[in-house]
């Protein structure tokens, strides 16, 4: 069911892949959970979208799922410029163009993500990560039934049924969680990635547990896992997109917004006479 990553491999039937590059997973020909959030916003989105540059949010991003999931390579990865304040000294700047920049880290980067490491390695996720048998950023592609069409999906950390997935946040309380949740689509996330799990394995997945880290000191972590009806309204969001998706790579037309004529408004709570007093307005688009 697990396959060993080789270099030019091809991925032409449904199964799970251990230690594929991030790159390679991307340029994968299937449609992944982010591409179907772009359906969502609409079909020409997906079919236009310009390609991103690695911003250094992404690469930090990067850098802290690796000293989180696979430490071991983390230290072998990264270079780190423990007495380097910032990215303007010449130690900086000699080793980003030795190594890259996307590889080099300075001081207050180092410590951040140590931190918020060492915080998630406490909490009670631990058990489940520093098991043997969890397997960590597995690739997984997978045969939709009802269009054919081939999806993929990479679990952070997966064992004995148990996906979890690591998010960064300002605010790990419920509260503020819970509508990050829904501001992102984790929910959606997690009904597509529970799926493809189901298409290749025919097993169900037991839970879907977010791993929520604090982005800053002390780093504080909080665990959940995502109940029975998020998951389940989230599997009707990705199914509506996913459908959409092979509607128009069949015909190949991917249109964008319709052409109606909409009433708008300013928004319901700034209706309100104390909303619009207090309201300071800008005059920058």
């Not at 992404?58 to 230290?75: D, K, N, T, W």
């Amino acid at each position: 069911m697990i396959k060993q990553y080789q270099e030019g491999m091809k991925i032409t039937e449904p199964c799970y892949v251990a230690n594929m590059p991030a790159d390679v997973y991307h340029a994968h020909d299937s449609i992944s959970n982010t591409g179907l959030k772009l359906m969502m916003r609409s079909p020409a989105h997906y079919r236009y979208q310009e390609r991103k540059e690695s911003t250094r949010a992404m690469v930090l991003g990067s850098a802290l799922h690796m000293a989180c999931l696979e430490p071991h390579i983390f230290y072998d990865t990264y270079t780190l410029l423990r007495s380097s304040e910032n990215r303007m000294t010449s130690e900086y700047k000699t080793a980003k163009k030795e190594f890259g920049e996307e590889f080099v880290l300075v001081k207050p980067e180092i410590e951040k993500i140590e931190g918020m490491a060492r915080s998630l390695r406490r909490s009670v996720i631990s058990k489940y990560l520093n098991n043997e048998h969890c397997a960590k950023e597995l690739s997984g592609f997978a045969i939709d039934p009802e269009t054919g069409l081939m999806c993929r999906h990479r679990f952070d950390a997966i064992i004995d049924g148990i996906a979890i997935d690591l998010k960064t946040t300002t605010d790990a309380r419920q509260h503020a969680f819970s509508k990050k949740i829904l501001d992102f689509g984790y929910h959606i996330q997690a009904a597509f990635y529970a799926d493809q799990y189901n298409w290749i394995t025919g097993e169900e997945i037991e839970k879907f547990i977010f791993a929520a880290i604090e982005t800053s000191a002390p780093y504080a972590v909080k665990i959940y896992e995502l109940d029975y009806e998020s998951i389940e309204a989230g599997r009707k969001k990705y199914r509506q997109a996913l459908n959409e998706y092979a509607q128009c790579k069949a015909s190949n037309i991917w249109p964008a917004y319709d052409q109606d004529i909409e009433t708008i408004g300013i928004p319901q709570w700034a209706l309100e006479k104390d909303s619009i007093d207090d309201f300071i307005f800008t005059d920058e688009e």
